[in-house]
């Protein structure tokens, strides 16, 4: 029997790459967005087809409707891909509510009750897999970005909860955590004032952090850094934060000028 796959984001870029691994995997997919016409494009790319569903996760009703539908038509789900990510970048007193809000559902409230109805109907029969993509912010947080690293970070410490409730059940739970990654969600945060780290060494692609993914399932393990090496310095931050306000002029100066070549590489200009 084949194997069924659900992607969340399941028209973005990065979604959009999972999608053709798993298709070359033999899985049948499920993306889930609120843009039908990106669902579409990824959909064109596989060797079979894929159900689109449109969802809107910024919504108690958008998420408790996806949910509800793992557990009744795809409760012989065999993977969940909780992809669907949003940022703003801001400092957080000059967000609108509103905004601050869509952090959380999107990045945390989302992936949080879609794993939890995928351990719903996995955990009865002894298998299946739910992979997260979190983000280095989850890992250190950053100035103009405070509600995507409260969503972020609050992602991390539900996985790990989760995975441990799971252990035994034959359940696996896994995050992927990627530093910049050249999506439409980067070139808006490097056109709007988002944080200059993004862009202190090599930008990823999408086809990076969904090998990366593929690496997480391969392996099992909890956390799947990319690149490991930007992992180091994030996890040492984190465990000193009070350090991070002294150091950080000297890496986003770094980071300014690796978003200045990014820029012009793609010929994209700052919004003021």
Not at 201 to 208: H, I, Q, Y
Not at 237 to 260: D, H, N, Q, T, Y
Request: aromatic residues 6%; hydrophobic residues 45%.
């Amino acid at each position: 029997m084949m194997k069924k796959a659900f992607i969340t984001g399941g028209g973005g870029a990065i979604a959009g790459e999972i999608a053709l691994r798993l298709d070359k995997r033999g899985y049948g997919l499920i993306l889930a967005d609120i843009d039908e016409a990106r669902m579409g494009a990824v959909a064109k790319r596989l060797s079979r087809p894929a159900l689109a569903l449109r969802a809107d996760l910024s919504t108690t009703e958008g998420i408790a409707a996806l949910a509800a539908a793992i557990e009744t038509e795809h409760s012989d789900l065999d993977l969940l891909v909780n992809n669907a990510g949003f940022i703003e970048p801001g400092d957080a007193d000059r967000l609108a509510p509103d905004v601050l809000d869509r952090h959380i559902f999107i990045n945390l409230i989302a992936p949080m009750q879609l794993t939890s109805a995928a351990a719903r109907v996995m955990r009865p029969r002894g298998s299946g897999d739910i992979v997260s993509i979190v983000s280095m912010g989850g890992i250190m947080a950053l100035k103009g970005s405070a509600a995507y690293a409260a969503s972020k970070f609050g992602l991390r410490g539900f996985l790990t909860s989760v995975r441990a409730e799971l252990a035994g059940d034959g359940v696996r739970v896994m995050g992927v955590f990627p530093s910049g990654v050249d999506t439409p969600m980067l070139r808006y945060e490097a056109t709007h004032g988002g944080s200059p780290l993004n862009f202190m060494g090599k930008v990823l692609t999408a086809a990076e952090v969904a090998d990366a993914c593929m690496a997480a399932l391969d392996s099992g393990r909890l956390e799947t850094y990319v690149p490991y090496s930007d992992s180091v310095m994030a996890r040492v931050m984190a465990a000193i934060p009070w350090a991070i306000e002294k150091v950080l002029p000297r890496f986003e100066a770094s980071g300014e000028k690796g978003r200045i070549k990014f820029l012009a590489e793609r010929n994209l200009t700052i919004e003021r």
